[in-house]
Nanobody
Framework: QVQLVESGGGLVQAGGSLRLSCAAS????????MGWFRQAPGKEREFVAA????????YYGDSVKGRFTISRDNAKNTVYLQMNSLKPEDTAIYYC??????????????????WGQGTQVTVSS
């Protein structure tokens, strides 16, 4: 079991960048796959990116591929989401999630057992 706390959200102009962080508590963090999801008002939760336990495997949603980068630092129990070339349609609450079974290759939110409280990202045009 891990507890997750996101940070780094905010307001940015289109074309700008933000880096989100997700700090995890718990000694087993390094064995979990980690994911980022987002949810805009009136829309379903959308897969953004996932990363395997070692950081060597990553998987991205089509809408962010080439613009966002997921990474992790197991020594710091932290996963990051670097977001570049932001668009107004990236506006959403961003959630960090943990899968204890390490399934970084799946975009299904139902596989993730632990979730953070979310951080708001707003991109102005």
């Amino acid at each position: 079991q891990v507890q997750l706390v996101e940070s780094g959200g905010g307001l940015v102009q289109a074309g700008g960048s933000l880096r989100l962080s997700c700090a995890a508590s718990g000694r087993t963090f390094s064995s979990y796959a980690m994911g980022w999801f987002r949810q805009a008002p009136g829309k379903e939760r959308e897969f953004v990116a996932a990363i395997g336990w070692s950081g060597g495997n990553t998987y991205y949603g089509d809408s962010v591929k080439g613009r966002f980068t997921i990474s992790r630092d197991n020594a710091k129990n932290t996963v990051y989401l670097q977001m570049n070339s932001l668009k107004p349609e990236d506006t959403a609450i961003y959630y960090c999630a943990a899968d204890p079974r390490g399934r970084w290759y799946s975009s299904g939110p139902q596989l993730y057992e632990n979730w953070g409280q979310g951080t708001q990202v707003t991109v102005s045009s």
